[in-house]
């Protein structure tokens, strides 16, 4: 298996994920503008939407699009998911929403968006945050344990982090506990952040 990522973009959240099960994977990080892996093979042979992650399974078959990929992982691996007849479609509801909500909202963020995109960027992106934060169920959005989610979550709550942006106190606790998980230490240290966190 093998994971195609950029450091710090959405990808990492499956990294986080397939660090927390053990498996033994191969990763490779790309680089967005040029679209070349780091071993200089051109990224869109692998995938040509041309954009991370993308997950190559051991049968050959390529996965992209995050929420299918984070999917597959929890499907896999059930203890990144909740029990429960409505658990994986949970699951799926609050992937869905930090995908298609905060995550876009982020878009003028990483991309020169003018200050007044970049504005109203921010304000979305805290109406977000506050809304998450005010339907935690333990100290992760489902309870005690982290999910794939969470993962994904995580990701975004280090874009905030990256650009100034103040989180609601939860989900810096949130960020803060995510960060001293080993698997999390390990995918971070693989994608050449994790220095850049404790410097
Ligand atoms: N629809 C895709 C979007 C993934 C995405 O936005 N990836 C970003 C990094 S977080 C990327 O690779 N951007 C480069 C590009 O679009 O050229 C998904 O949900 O997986």
Redesign the pocket.
Known sequence: MKLYY?PL???LSDHVALEEVGLSFERES?N?KT?RTASGRDFNEVTS?????ALVLDNGETL????A?LDWISTQYPSLGIPGPLGRTRVLEALTYL?TEL?RSFKPMWHAGSDADKARAKATINGHFKFISSHLKGNYLFGGAPTVADFYLFVMLLWAERFDLDVPPPLAALRASMKSRPAVQRAMRAEGLYQEENA
């Open positions: 950029s973009a959405c990808s790309v967005l679209k939407k041309g954009y991370v992650p992209t699009e995050n929420i990929i995908s995550h």
